[in-house]
């Protein structure tokens, strides 16, 4: 079964309750999205640190839109946070992030933005968990969804069929099965959960598009 998780992507600490309340009753964990200013030109929240200071039954899996993930990662390590994607363009040293990440037990992703071809990632498939397909310029809510990485993530499905797949950006009640139909197992979405101030309702619309 597909599973919908909510991007979360804020600037405060305000923000990022606001957006749990949301959704806690709704669904088991959320997606929440790191950006340094570096790798992305946006900022968000650390993270870290505030994710341990609230109470909350969700689970979070965060996604580190940041420049050399290593140097961020040991921050993470003892967060409840137990889920991590971080990019194959933003280090040098995939293989030092994985065994950080590895080593603490911690479900590991390997993300890549829509222009960056497979072959990037294909040294590291069978040391991570998943793979993460960016279908938006990374950074931002309502990135524009780019339909051309349907056939990449098809061609990666059918050459790795027992890899996870996540698509994250620009997911709609309208692409959502397409998404599902290259290959995808798990559908990330901000903006059409957020946006019209019923999130229950965007939920419902969506796991109905991919229902059958
Ligand atoms: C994009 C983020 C996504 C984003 C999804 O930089 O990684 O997770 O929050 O939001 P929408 O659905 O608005 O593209
Ligand atoms: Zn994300």
Avoid: C
């Amino acid at each position: 079964m597909t599973e919908i998780i909510p991007s979360i992507l804020v600037k405060t600490k305000e923000e990022l309750l606001e957006k749990i309340s949301a959704v806690e009753q709704l669904v088991e964990r959320v997606h929440l999205d790191i950006a340094d200013g570096i790798f992305v030109p946006n900022m968000t929240i650390a993270g870290f640190s505030e994710i341990e200071t609230i109470e909350t039954t969700l689970k979070f899996r965060v996604h580190l839109m940041v420049s050399k993930p290593e140097n961020h990662i040991l921050r993470w390590l003892n967060t409840l946070a137990d889920s991590f994607t971080f990019h194959i363009e933003s280090t040098n040293q995939p293989i030092v992030v994985i065994e950080k990440l590895r080593e603490a037990e911690k479900e590991i992703g390997l993300a890549l933005n829509p222009r960056t071809p497979l072959s990037a990632i294909e040294p590291f498939i069978n040391e991570i968990d998943f793979v993460h397909f960016m279908t938006v310029e990374p950074g931002f809510y309502g990135g524009e969804f780019m339909e051309e990485v349907l056939d990449k993530m098809s061609d990666f499905h059918y050459f790795y069929p027992d890899k996870p797949i996540v698509a994250d950006g620009g997911v709609t009640p309208e692409n959502a099965p397409k998404l599902v139909q290259a290959g995808a197992n798990t559908l990330i979405v901000g903006s059409y959960i957020f946006k019209n101030g019923n999130p229950a309702k965007a939920l419902e619309e969506l796991r109905k598009s991919i229902s059958e």
